[in-house]
């Protein structure tokens, strides 16, 4: 079945560093590929998506680019900040429209 | 324009009560999803409903679990006769239409004493 793997954390970077959230997945067919967002106590929040190969999803200075040969969809950011600190979800939308998480990755980033 | 709104956000049941946990969808969307989060892990679909229609609940328990979208209300999930395994974050979202963009609510955090 389709399934999403993420790198393990906790992440802990410095302000100002650059991030780097592996994201691989296994799917038959093409899905789209999404990040989410968790804040503590929080729902998720969409952060970005890309819906075909070599499409690249961006926003608040992340980016992950869909690339189809590597099955791949690393989140990326020049230069975290604190407020990025919460959980990071890989996700890819399955049959049915039902959407498969990977296990998620803790960022957390210091002053 | 509110967002899914799920209440109650945090819900304490003793082992063999019942939980109810509601799910209003955001304006304009017909379509509702449920999935669950174990302590540390990624969320897990569990049910994909219509109104008035459940379309897919490949990821539900076979037993105590059910859940509803009926055409007037919001969405509802029970858990019969809780146990301490379903104490969890149950989240629900909603799109406009099959393949549209979901929009998440901030969750219900269940946990059976």
């Known amino acids: 079945g389709d399934s999403v793997t993420q790198m393990e954390g906790p992440v802990t970077l410095s302000e100002e560093a650059f991030l780097t959230i592996n994201c691989t997945y296994t799917?038959?067919?093409?899905?789209?590929l999404f990040w989410y967002v968790q804040y503590p106590g929080e729902g998720l929040q969409l952060l970005l998506k890309?819906?075909?190969?070599?499409d690249k999803g961006s926003n608040k200075g992340f980016e992950a680019t869909y690339r189809k040969e590597t099955t791949s969809f690393h989140l990326e950011k020049g230069s975290v900040q604190v407020s990025d600190s919460a959980v990071y979800f890989c996700a890819l939308s399955g049959y049915g429209n039902k959407l498969v998480f990977g296990a998620g990755t803790i960022l957390r980033v210091k002053s | 324009n509110a967002g899914v709104m799920q209440n109650p956000r945090h819900l304490v049941r003793r082992r063999g009560q019942e939980a109810r946990l509601r799910c209003s969808p955001m304006k304009g969307h017909s379509h509702v999803y449920w999935y669950r989060q174990l302590p540390e892990e990624g969320l897990k679909f569990m049910v994909y409903?219509?109104?008035?229609?459940?379309?897919?609940e490949s990821g539900m328990p076979k037993e105590r679990f059910s859940a509803e979208f009926p055409k007037e209300g919001p969405s509802i999930l029970r858990i019969q006769q809780v146990v301490r395994g379903d104490s969890a974050a149950y989240f629900c979202a909603s799109s406009p239409q099959e393949g549209g963009g979901y929009t998440f609510g901030s969750g219900t955090r269940l946990t059976v004493v």
């Open positions: 409903l219509q109104k008035e229609n459940i379309i897919d």
């Open positions: 799917a038959t067919g093409y899905p789209s």
């Open positions: 890309a819906t075909k190969a070599d």
